[in-house]
Nanobody, 115 residues
Framework: QVQLVESGGGLVQPGGSLRLSCAAS????????MAWYRQAPGKQREWVAG????????NYADSVKGRFTVSRDNAENTVYLQMNSLKPEDTAVYYC????????WGQGTQVTVSS
């Protein structure tokens, strides 16, 4: 089993920034891939960004490209999502996900972008 715990959500004004964290209960190198998803009220969950732990580049949804950046601290088994230039349409519950035989999900963290 893999446990993922997100943190860092909150209320921010348009144009502001937030950094989300996702702490994994296992060495992230043992995971096949990790990703961030989000789900806005009344909408389906959508993929935001992700990477394979074996290396390679991180990919981003067009809606966040150039504004969001994924990074990781391998020693802390933690993945981050730096979100800049936030827009009201970024409001959603953000989930961390990991692939390890099957998909594992965190509990989600609420991000609200509003003035």
């Amino acid at each position: 089993q893999v446990q993922l715990v997100e943190s860092g959500g909150g209320l921010v004004q348009p144009g502001g920034s937030l950094r989300l964290s996702c702490a994994a209960s296992v060495n992230i190198f043992s995971l096949g891939a990790m990703a961030w998803y989000r789900q806005a009220p009344g909408k389906q969950r959508e993929w935001v960004a992700g990477f394979t732990t074996a290396g390679g580049s991180t990919n981003y949804a067009d809606s966040v490209k150039g504004r969001f950046t994924v990074s990781r601290d391998n020693a802390e088994n933690t993945v981050y999502l730096q979100m800049n230039s936030l827009k009201p349409e970024d409001t959603a519950v953000y989930y961390c996900a990991a692939s390890w035989g099957k998909m594992f999900w965190g509990q989600g963290t609420q991000v609200t972008v509003s003035s």
